[in-house]
C-alpha cells in the first residue's frame, strides 16, 4: 500500500500531546510543530521594480501564517531566465534579498522558521517574461503549456538545449540562490525538484533525451539534480538542504517511463549526502493521489533525514501519517492560502475556510490577506 490508512490513535487525549503539533527538526531547523506551508506561488512582487518581495502585503501574508513550524516561500527563481509567471521573486539580486529580509524577519519575530524555495522553471516560460531570453531544457523538445504574459496566454516556444558548459552556470545559480537565501535571513532552501521545472526536466525522460553525462541512464539524469544539491550543500551545509519532488506528476506535460528507477537511484543519493529533508508530492500535484509508478513507503524507508508529505492531506491523515510513521511532517497549500490560522484550526478541529481560485494568482490584497482567522 503506498499511502497510510487514514486512521487516529484513541489513546492520545490530549491534542498537544499528537506529533503533528509536537517541536521537532526538520533537517536541522528545529520547528515549533511539524505542520509545514507548502511553497505556494501568488504572483504579488514589484515586478516593473525588477521581481521583488517585501512589500507590506507581503511581509503580513507569510507573517499570519506563522503559526506553521516552517514556512516554505513561494518559488523563487535563481537568474532572470528561470521565471516563469508574471510577478515571481527572484534572489539573484541585492534589491530581492533585501525585500527577503524584511520578509524572514517578520517571521521569525512571529515565531516561525522559513525557507527559501529557490527554482528555475526551464522550458515551463516565454520571453516575454524573461526580458527576452529563451527557454531552457535539457533537450529541444516543446511542451504542451501556455505561458500568461502581459499580453495574454501564448504558446511557449521550443526551448534551447543547454551545453555542458551552460549547466554548469545554472549549476552556480542555484548556489547563488542559495547564498543570497541565507543572506536575506532565511533558515535554509528548498531546491524544487518537482512539477515539471527544470531539474524534473533533466530527471525525467519524457523532456531529456540527451546523449551525454546528463541523459539516458537514471544515473546520467540524476547527475543535474544532484550537482544542484552539492553545490548547495556546500554553500550552506546539507542540514539546511531539501529538495521537493514529484516523481509521477504529469504536471507541465512531463512523465517517466520508469519513475521508480531515477527517483530511487536519486533518493538513495540524496540519502548518502545527508541532506536534511525530502519534500514528497505524493501523486499528481493538487490532484488524484493513487498515481502508480512509485513506491513512496520505499522512500520513506530509505531516505534516513527528515521525510516531509504533500498532496491533499486532511487533518485526520496528517495525524495519522506522523502517528503511523509514514512521514515526521506534513505541508498543506491549498489550505493555508484561505486559513492563516491553519494550525489553531487544525488543533480545534474547525472548520476550513475555502480559497478563492480567482484571486490565488491575482495582484492586490483580495484572496491575499483578507482571510478572517478564526475569533477565539
Same mark, same amino acid.
Given at each position: 500500500?503506498?499511502?497510510?490508512?487514514?486512521?487516529?490513535?484513541?489513546?492520545?487525549?490530549?491534542?498537544?500531546?499528537?506529533?503533528?503539533?509536537?517541536?521537532?527538526?526538520?533537517?536541522?531547523?528545529?520547528?515549533?510543530?511539524?505542520?509545514?506551508?507548502?511553497?505556494?506561488?501568488?504572483?504579488?512582487?514589484?515586478?516593473?521594480?525588477?521581481?521583488?518581495?517585501?512589500?507590506?502585503?507581503?511581509?503580513?501574508?507569510?507573517?499570519?501564517?506563522?503559526?506553521?513550524?516552517?514556512?516554505?516561500?513561494?518559488?523563487?527563481?535563481?537568474?532572470?531566465?528561470?521565471?516563469?509567471?508574471?510577478?515571481?521573486?527572484?534572489?539573484?539580486?541585492?534589491?530581492?534579498?533585501?525585500?527577503?529580509?524584511?520578509?524572514?524577519?517578520?517571521?521569525?519575530?512571529?515565531?516561525?522558521?522559513?525557507?527559501?524555495?529557490?527554482?528555475?522553471?526551464?522550458?515551463?516560460?516565454?520571453?516575454?517574461?524573461?526580458?527576452?531570453?529563451?527557454?531552457?531544457?535539457?533537450?529541444?523538445?516543446?511542451?504542451?503549456?501556455?505561458?500568461?504574459?502581459?499580453?495574454?496566454?501564448?504558446?511557449?516556444?521550443?526551448?534551447?538545449?543547454?551545453?555542458?558548459?551552460?549547466?554548469?552556470?545554472?549549476?552556480?545559480?542555484?548556489?547563488?540562490?542559495?547564498?543570497?537565501?541565507?543572506?536575506?535571513?532565511?533558515?535554509?532552501?528548498?531546491?524544487?525538484?518537482?512539477?515539471?521545472?527544470?531539474?524534473?526536466?533533466?530527471?525525467?525522460?519524457?523532456?531529456?533525451?540527451?546523449?551525454?553525462?546528463?541523459? !539516458?541512464?537514471?544515473?546520467?539524469? &540524476?547527475?543535474? =539534480? #544532484? /550537482?544542484?544539491?552539492? $553545490?548547495?550543500?556546500?554553500?550552506? %551545509?546539507?542540514?539546511?538542504?531539501?529538495?521537493?519532488?514529484?516523481?509521477?506528476?504529469?504536471?507541465?506535460?512531463?512523465?517517466?517511463?520508469?519513475?521508480?528507477?531515477?527517483?530511487?537511484?536519486?533518493?538513495?543519493?540524496?540519502?548518502?549526502?545527508?541532506?536534511?529533508?525530502?519534500?514528497?508530492?505524493?501523486?499528481?500535484?493538487?490532484?488524484?493521489?493513487?498515481?502508480?509508478?512509485?513506491?513512496?513507503?520505499?522512500?520513506?524507508?530509505?531516505?534516513?533525514?527528515?521525510?516531509?508529505?504533500?498532496? !491533499?492531506?486532511?487533518?485526520?491523515? &496528517?495525524?495519522? =501519517? #506522523? /502517528?503511523?510513521?509514514? $512521514?515526521?511532517?506534513?505541508?498543506? %497549500?491549498?489550505?493555508?492560502?484561505?486559513?492563516?490560522?491553519?494550525?489553531?484550526?487544525?488543533?480545534?478541529?474547525?472548520?476550513?475556510?475555502?480559497?478563492?481560485?480567482?484571486?490565488?494568482?491575482?495582484?492586490?490584497?483580495?484572496?491575499?490577506?483578507?482571510?478572517?482567522?478564526?475569533?477565539?
Amino acid at each position: 500500500m503506498n499511502s497510510p490508512i487514514p486512521h487516529l490513535n484513541e489513546q492520545i487525549n490530549n491534542v498537544d500531546d499528537l506529533k503533528l503539533f509536537q517541536p521537532g527538526k526538520i533537517g536541522s531547523i528545529e520547528v515549533k510543530n511539524r505542520v509545514v506551508m507548502a511553497p505556494l506561488t501568488r504572483c504579488r512582487s514589484d515586478e516593473a521594480a525588477g521581481d521583488i518581495p517585501g512589500s507590506e502585503m507581503n511581509i503580513e501574508y507569510y507573517k499570519q501564517r506563522a503559526n506553521a513550524g516552517l514556512i516554505i516561500s513561494e518559488g523563487t527563481q535563481v537568474a532572470p531566465a528561470g521565471k516563469g509567471y508574471m510577478a515571481t521573486p527572484g534572489i539573484y539580486s541585492e534589491a530581492q534579498v533585501q525585500g527577503w529580509k524584511s520578509i524572514t524577519e517578520a517571521v521569525h519575530s512571529a515565531g516561525s522558521k522559513i525557507i527559501a524555495q529557490i527554482w528555475h522553471v526551464g522550458r515551463i516560460t516565454h520571453p516575454e517574461l524573461t526580458g527576452g531570453l529563451s527557454p531552457i531544457a535539457p533537450s529541444a523538445i516543446k511542451p504542451n503549456v501556455v505561458a500568461y504574459t502581459h499580453n495574454g496566454k501564448v504558446d511557449v516556444p521550443v526551448p534551447h538545449a543547454l551545453t555542458v558548459e551552460e549547466i554548469k552556470v545554472v549549476v552556480n545559480e542555484y548556489r547563488q540562490g542559495a547564498a543570497n537565501a541565507i543572506k536575506a535571513g532565511f533558515d535554509g532552501v528548498e531546491i524544487h525538484g518537482a512539477n515539471g521545472y527544470l531539474i524534473d526536466q533533466f530527471l525525467r525522460d519524457g523532456a531529456n533525451h540527451r546523449t551525454d553525462e546528463y541523459g !539516458g541512464s537514471a544515473e546520467n539524469r &540524476a547527475r543535474f =539534480a #544532484l /550537482e544542484v544539491i552539492d $553545490a548547495v550543500v556546500a554553500e550552506i %551545509g546539507a542540514g539546511k538542504v531539501g529538495i521537493r519532488l514529484s516523481p509521477v506528476t504529469p504536471f507541465n506535460d512531463l512523465g517517466d517511463s520508469n519513475p521508480q528507477a531515477v527517483f530511487g537511484y536519486l533518493i538513495e543519493q540524496l540519502n548518502q549526502r545527508g541532506i536534511g529533508f525530502i519534500h514528497m508530492i505524493e501523486g499528481s500535484t493538487g490532484g488524484d493521489r493513487n498515481v502508480p509508478g512509485f513506491d513512496y513507503a520505499w522512500a520513506r524507508n530509505t531516505f534516513k533525514g527528515t521525510y516531509v508529505v504533500n498532496n !491533499g492531506y486532511t487533518r485526520e491523515m &496528517a495525524i495519522n =501519517a #506522523l /502517528e503511523t510513521g509514514w $512521514a515526521d511532517a506534513v505541508s498543506f %497549500g491549498r489550505a493555508y492560502i484561505a486559513n492563516p490560522d491553519l494550525v489553531p484550526r487544525l488543533k480545534l478541529n474547525a472548520p476550513l475556510a475555502e480559497g478563492n481560485p480567482q484571486t490565488y494568482y491575482a495582484p492586490g490584497p483580495e484572496g491575499y490577506i483578507d482571510y478572517p482567522s478564526l475569533d477565539v
